[in-house]
């Protein structure tokens, strides 16, 4: 599976963005995807996880009743809305896709290569 991330972008406080990750292979339906955001200094930390069927999310505290995943998976695409974006949330943004998945990133075994996420204040 090839990840690719996109939708990034500079935006005010309080904007909304919609970040996108379109998938390469058929068998992409078949895999757990997550979104993580990591910022320079920090460890990658998970934002929003989304099973196979999107029956299920989970999503960061502190971006909860923000941020919805969901996914698409006759478009091969999942998704991260994020709305009334907050500085901190600054970021750059990868998708994810594992069989496992969770909210560890060592569970991902296919990663996109990051979308910047700046918000500022």
């Known amino acids: 599976v090839q990840l690719q991330a996109y939708g990034g972008g500079l935006v005010q406080a309080g904007d909304s963005l919609r970040l996108s990750c379109a998938a390469s292979?058929?068998?992409?339906?078949?895999?757990?995807a997550a979104w993580f955001r990591r910022t320079p200094g920090k460890e990658r930390e998970f934002v929003a996880a989304?099973?196979?069927?999107?029956?299920?999310?989970r999503i960061k505290d502190s971006v909860k009743g923000r941020f919805t995943i969901s996914r698409d998976n006759g478009k091969n695409t999942i998704y991260l809305q994020m709305n009334r974006l907050k500085p901190e949330d600054t970021a750059i943004y990868y998708c994810?896709?594992?069989?496992?998945?969770?909210?560890?990133?060592?569970?991902?075994?296919?990663w996109g290569q990051g979308t910047q996420v700046t918000v500022s204040s």
């Open positions: 292979g058929r068998t992409f339906s078949t895999y757990n």
């Open positions: 994810a896709a594992a069989n496992g998945g969770g909210i560890t990133s060592e569970k991902y075994q296919y």
């Open positions: 989304i099973t196979y069927i999107g029956a299920t999310t």
